[in-house]
């Protein structure tokens, strides 16, 4: 399969606990990107990645969320002091010109 | 005002008819816009996108651009029940990221 992989594709945690969720993108794609998908929502930019640049963070994202690419390869998020609030779907895409593929999502449950 | 808007519907229409979903988008200078479908449980699968310069026909989806009422449509004909999804519109304004519209939920019966 050479479509975008992301691990775990559920996550159950408690409140406060850390989680961090990692995202590999298609090989030969240079851009990618982290969203949030809430029920009844469309996707919500976090982040993205040129290589292993982060070039651009939303505003929305809190100091509780980290994202690294290191290498210009695999991508992780990482949620510390998960609150019950953070309950979504991650959804992680890469692109190496303008469309973007989404990878098929880690769905995150916080009790 | 959303930088994205899409009628949530439902929308439904019967299977063999055309089925026509509508965006708006809030930045004139936005310049490129996709169409994505997402089944229920499933991530958005990207179904085609079209530049600020014109339309798109790709099999039985159409995609428009109306520039100066700032909207986009997705046409798709001779619909099937297998087209029963959420269509998210998404915009991308010439930065780093896109946004999305909340999505129209469309049911083809059969």
């Known amino acids: ?111 | 005002q959303k930088e994205v808007e899409q009628n949530s519907g439902p929308l439904s229409v019967p299977e063999g008819a055309i089925a026509s979903l509508n965006c708006t988008y809030s930045d004139r200078g936005s310049q490129s816009f996709f169409w994505y479908r997402q089944y229920s449980g499933k991530s958005p699968e990207l179904i085609m996108f079209i530049y600020s310069n014109g339309d798109k026909e790709d099999g039985r989806f159409t995609a428009q651009l109306n520039k100066a009422s700032q909207y986009v449509s997705l046409l798709i004909r001779d619909s099937q029940p297998s087209d029963s999804a959420t269509y998210l519109c998404a915009v991308d304004r010439g930065g780093n990221q896109f946004y999305f519209g909340t999505g129209t939920s469309l049911t083809v019966i059969p």
């Open chain 1, 1 to 111: 399969d050479t479509g975008v992989s992301q691990d775990p594709r559920h996550k159950i945690t408690k409140r406060g606990q850390n989680v961090t969720f990692r995202c590999d993108p298609i090989s030969e794609h240079n851009r990618l990107y982290w969203y949030r998908q809430t029920l009844g929502q469309g996707p919500e930019f976090l982040t993205y990645f040129q290589n292993e640049a982060q070039l651009e963070k939303s505003r929305l994202l809190s100091d509780r969320f980290s994202a690294e690419r290191p290498k210009g390869s695999f991508s992780t998020l990482e949620i510390q002091r998960t609150e019950q609030g953070d309950s979504a779907m991650y959804l992680c895409a890469s692109s190496s010109r303008i469309e973007q593929f989404f990878g098929p999502g880690t769905r995150l449950t916080v009790l």
